[in-house]
C-alpha cells in the first residue's frame, strides 16, 4: 500500500528554522515527485514547491525561493523540506504530495501525507 | 490572491446536482490540464478528477469535470451529505499561483 508519512508537529519562534520530512512506502520512489503544499488556518491551498524523486531537481514558488530547500534520501526514500528565517505568516499545515518525477507542473497528485502543523509565534 | 476564480461556497440537497466553476485565462486554463480536489473536514485533499475529466479509479462517476475555453467545472450528481467539504481547482500557470481560492460545498 502507498503511504507517505510525515513528522510530527513544529513549533517555532520567528527567524528560526524548521525542516519536515515526507517518507515514502508502497512504491519505487524513483518513479515519482513531491510537491510540498500548504493551508494556513482558514485558508486555501498554496503549492510551494517540488522535488523530482529521479533526478532530484527542483521548483520553488519565487516568494520562497530564498528560504526553502527541498532534499532526498533515496536510501530511505524521505523527502525533506526546510523552510527558514520562519514568519507568523508561515504558521501552516504543510502537506507533501505524490506526483510526476519529470513534469513539475503536473499538478496530479494521487497520494498525500496527513499534514504537519507548523506554528511560528514568539 | 488566485489567478484560478472559483465560487467561495455552492450548497445543495441530497440528491440533487450541483456544479463548481473554475474561472482562470489562457495561459492557465487555457494551455493546460485542470485537476479537482475534494477537502473533507480534517483531512488531506483527495484527487477527485484529472486531465479536465478523467476520474481515478475508486472516484464514483458521480463526479464528473470538464473544460471549455478557459474554464472548468467540477459536477456532482446525486449530491449526498459526505459530499460536504471544499472543493479545489488546480491548474499550472506560470505564476506559479496554481490552485483556485477553494468552494466550500454545503448539503442542505
Known sequence: ?122 | QSVLTQPPSASGTPGQRVTISCSGSRSNIGRNYVTWYQQLPGSAPKLLIYSNDQRPSGVPDRFSGSKSGTSASLAISGLRSDDEGDYYCAVWDDTLSVFGGGTRLTVL
Not at chain 1, 7 to 21: D, F, L, R, T
Not at chain 1, 34 to 55: D, F, M, N, Y
Not at chain 1, 68 to 85: C, K, P
Open chain 1, 1 to 122: 500500500q502507498v503511504h507517505l508519512v510525515q513528522s510530527g508537529p513544529e513549533m517555532n519562534k520567528p527567524g528560526a528554522s524548521v525542516k519536515v520530512s515526507c517518507k515514502a512506502s508502497g512504491y519505487s520512489f524513483s518513479n515519482f515527485g513531491i510537491s510540498w503544499v500548504r493551508q494556513a488556518p482558514g485558508q486555501g491551498l498554496e503549492w510551494l514547491g517540488w522535488i523530482s524523486g529521479k533526478s532530484g531537481k527542483t521548483k520553488f514558488i519565487q516568494k520562497l525561493q530564498d528560504r526553502v530547500t527541498m532534499t532526498t534520501d533515496t536510501s530511505t526514500s524521505t523527502v525533506y523540506m526546510e523552510l527558514r528565517s520562519l514568519r507568523s505568516d508561515d504558521t501552516a499545515v504543510y502537506f507533501c504530495a505524490r506526483g510526476s518525477s519529470v513534469y513539475y507542473y503536473s499538478l496530479v497528485f494521487d497520494m498525500w501525507g496527513q499534514g504537519t502543523k507548523v506554528t511560528v509565534s514568539s
